[in-house]
T-cell receptor, first 110, second 113 residues
Framework: GDSVTQMEGPVTLSEEAFLTINCTYT??????LFWYVQYPGEGLQLLLK?????DKGSNKGFEATYRKETTSFHLEKGSVQVSDSAVYFC?????????FGSGTKLNVKP | DAMVIQNPRYQVTQFGKPVTLSCSQT?????MYWYQQKSSQAPKLLFH???????NEADTPDNFQSRRPNTSFCFLDIRSPGLGDAAMYLC????????????FGPGTRLTVL
C-alpha cells in the first residue's frame, strides 16, 4: 500500500548548519507530496508541496524536489535558525487518502 | 484571513464524561477531517466528511462520532472518554478528497482525568 518513510530523529544541529531530512515514499499513481511543520503545542502548517515529478517546492528557505526515479522528497535548508526547531512531517496524498510519515524532530542550538 | 479554527485549544474532561470538540473553517472547503495525534506520533485519521457524506476509518472506535451541521462547522464527539483518548485532536480541510492540500487548525489538546 501507499506509505511514507522519514528519517528518524531527533536531528540536532547548530545554527547556520545545513539541514537534510530524508523522505521516501511508496505510491501507486501520481501522488502529491508535502512537508508540514509542527511547532510545540500547535497544529500542522503546510511548509511546501510539489504535485508532479521534478517539481521543486520552496518556502522560507526550505526546499524539496519531487524525485520520481528515487521516490524521494528530501527536505533541505542551507542555513537553519533556532526558530526552525520543530517537528517536520513528510506526507503524500493520492486519490484516496493522505499519508503521513512518522515525523522528524529538529533541534537547532544557538 | 481564511483559516481553520478549533475551540477550545485545551479541554479537560473526566473519565467517561462526554466531550465535544469544535472546528470551523472560512475556506469554504468541501472536505473536513478529524485526526488524533498522540505524543511523538504522526496524526491518525479518524474520519472525514465530503459535504454531508460521512466516511469513517475502519479502525476508528465507536466511541468517536462526528457531526457536520453545515459547510463551516464540524464537531468531534467522544462519548465516553478513556485515559487512552488523551491526545491532540486536529481538524483539517481540503477542497476535494485525494490529491489536494490539507489545511490544519491549531488543534485541541484533550486531557482525561
Amino acid at each position: 500500500g501507499d506509505s511514507v518513510t522519514q528519517m528518524e530523529g531527533p536531528v540536532t544541529l547548530s545554527e547556520e548548519a545545513f539541514l537534510t531530512i530524508n523522505c521516501t515514499y511508496t505510491a501507486t499513481g501520481y501522488p502529491s507530496l508535502f512537508w508540514y511543520v509542527q511547532y510545540p503545542g500547535e497544529g500542522l502548517q503546510l511548509l511546501l508541496k510539489a504535485t508532479k515529478a521534478d517539481d521543486k517546492g520552496s518556502n522560507k528557505g526550505f526546499e524539496a524536489t519531487y524525485r520520481k526515479e528515487t521516490t524521494s522528497f528530501h527536505l533541505e535548508k542551507g542555513s537553519v535558525q533556532v526558530s526552525d526547531s520543530a517537528v517536520y512531517f513528510c506526507a503524500l496524498s493520492t486519490l484516496h487518502k493522505f499519508y503521513f510519515g512518522s515525523g522528524t524532530k529538529l533541534n537547532v542550538k544557538p | 484571513d481564511a483559516m481553520v479554527i478549533q475551540n477550545p485549544r485545551y479541554q479537560v474532561t473526566q473519565f467517561g464524561k462526554p466531550v465535544t470538540l469544535s472546528c470551523s473553517q472560512t475556506l469554504n472547503h468541501n472536505v473536513m477531517y478529524w485526526y488524533q495525534q498522540k505524543s511523538s506520533q504522526a496524526p491518525k485519521l479518524l474520519f472525514h466528511y465530503y459535504d454531508k457524506d460521512f466516511n469513517n476509518e475502519a479502525d476508528t472506535p465507536d466511541n468517536f462520532q462526528s457531526r457536520r451541521p453545515n459547510t463551516s462547522f464540524c464537531f468531534l464527539d467522544i462519548r465516553s472518554p478513556g485515559l487512552g483518548d488523551a491526545a491532540m485532536y486536529l481538524c483539517a480541510t481540503s477542497r476535494v478528497v485525494g490529491v489536494d492540500t490539507q489545511y490544519f487548525g491549531p488543534g485541541t489538546r484533550l486531557t482525561v482525568l
